[in-house]
């Protein structure tokens, strides 16, 4: 067998073949867009940026947002790039109490507060209590919640300084005055009540439009609200219904605000125990 036969029968070894990098591209498109997707008809993460929802929720909590509750409207994409529309898809109005995010007039950031009054309702807040249809809402004193202060909840503004003290184990809490409420169904849920404040627990009575819901925080003196103007940081009023983008379920995690991007091991001590899994639906016992 000469060398040339021999050359003939080595087995032809195949062309390495280059990286497909428009079949990489689109398969990195497809699973962006199946994530917005998601965000934008089934459900999203929320952080809580503020302490106006306190003490149900913290500034630093993490939590699930689901957008089908209601139905979806312009508000339902994940980063609002729709212009205003009139109505909702498969639309449905919330419950009272429901704990709800929305976007405020105007405005591509999304606020979290609590469903306080549905179309028709009359409401007014009377010396820091809140009427429904010509009756007060009843609330009852409860004890203190005692707040951990951390980076994320300092406890240093003027109406919460005082109330730093020392709690269970030496370490300073941010105590609290905390005021059950109960709706007229029954749904309940806490508030906090710092004292009398006249811009907050003062507001003449409104009947809400028709497509409106009328929104609070359950830190009644430290919310942008329904009962605040837009100029001022608040709803200005009722907003539509159309503006809410989804009903708060649960607390994935929470975190102290200690947490350092380059510091991995940050990320776990910054966390906060026994707030994961914490339902943010209202009791409905009495």
């Known amino acids: 067998m000469t060398a040339s036969d021999k050359s003939l029968r080595q087995p032809v070894q195949p062309h390495a073949k280059g990286t497909d990098w428009w079949a990489e591209a689109k398969g990195v498109l497809w699973l962006v867009l199946a994530v917005l997707a998601f965000h934008s008809f089934l459900a999203k993460p929320f952080y809580i940026p503020s302490e106006s929802m306190m003490p149900t929720l913290l ?9 089908y509750p209601y139905g979806w409207s312009w508000v339902s994409p ?4 729709l212009p205003f529309m009139n109505g909702r898809l498969f639309g449905r109005m919330p419950t009272r109490g429901d704990i709800v995010i ?50 994320n909840v300092p406890c240093t503004g003027d109406k919460v300084f005082s109330r ?11 105590a609290l ?15 906090i009540d710092l004292g009398y404040f006249p811009i907050s627990d003062e507001y003449d009575e409104i009947t809400v439009p028709a497509g409106h819901v009328f929104l609070m925080g359950d830190n009644r003196d430290d919310s942008a609200d329904s009962r ?35 510091n991995p091991l940050s990320w776990f001590t910054a966390m906060r125990g026994g707030r994961a899994g914490t339902s943010l639906h209202p009791a409905t016992k009495q």
């Open 164 to 174: 730093r003290v020392m709690g269970p184990g030496g370490k300073p809490v941010c």
């Open 78 to 81: 994940s980063f609002h790039v």
């Open 228 to 262: 605040f103007p837009v100029n001022n940081g608040g709803l200005g009023g009722p907003v539509p219904w159309e503006n809410l983008g989804g009903r708060a379920e649960f607390i994935t995690f929470s975190l102290d605000g200690t947490s350092q991007l380059l």
């Open 102 to 151: 929305v976007t405020p007039p105007g405005e591509k950031s999304d606020y979290i507060k609590r469903v306080i009054g549905l179309p028709g309702d009359r409401i007014a807040v009377r010396g820091g209590a809140v009427w429904l249809n010509g009756r007060a809402l009843r609330r009852e004193k409860r004890a203190d919640a005692l707040i951990p202060i951390d980076a």
């Open 177 to 191: 005055p905390v005021f059950h409420e109960w709706l007229p169904d029954g749904r309940n849920y806490d508030t």
């Open 59 to 67: 500034k630093g909590d993490r939590l699930v947002v689901t957008k």
